[in-house]
Nanobody, 122 residues
Framework: QVQLVESGGGLVQPGGSLRLSCAAS????????MGWYRQAPGKQRELVAT???????NYADSVKGRFTISRDNAKNTMYLKMNSLKPEDTAVYYC????????????????WGQGTLVTVSS
């Protein structure tokens, strides 16, 4: 059984910082491209940032210069450091792996975590 578990969400004041973590559990050989997505109330889920297994990153324009995505392949964990948070960053943040390889003949595609709530408010 493979799972992605997010942590680190919470309430923060505007201008503050948070670091989200996404840990993959189970018998994992490797993870493909991973990403953070978010969904605000009444809105569609949107891409925040992605990172390939080799470390190449991509960010939504709305978070460039404020958020930093990273990963530790040895720990099967991905992070999102969020600085200069704004009220419009309030959302449930989800992590995703486009591929989780368990063995040479078993892999899972498009694995999602359960989400962690980030609230930016004074």
């Amino acid at each position: 059984q493979v799972q992605l578990v997010e942590s680190g969400g919470g309430l923060v004041q505007p201008g503050g910082s948070l670091r989200l973590s996404c840990a993959a559990s189970g018998s994992i050989f490797s993870l493909g491209t991973m990403g953070w997505y978010r969904q605000a109330p009444g809105k569609q889920r949107e891409l925040v940032a992605t990172i390939t297994a080799g470390g190449s990153t991509n960010y939504a324009d709305s978070v460039k210069g404020r958020f930093t995505i990273s990963r530790d392949n040895a720990k099967n964990t991905m992070y999102l450091k969020m600085n200069s948070l704004k009220p419009e960053d309030t959302a449930v943040y989800y992590c995703n792996a486009d591929e989780v390889v368990v063995t040479t003949w078993q892999r899972y595609l498009e694995v999602w975590g359960q989400g962690t709530l980030v609230t930016v408010s004074s």
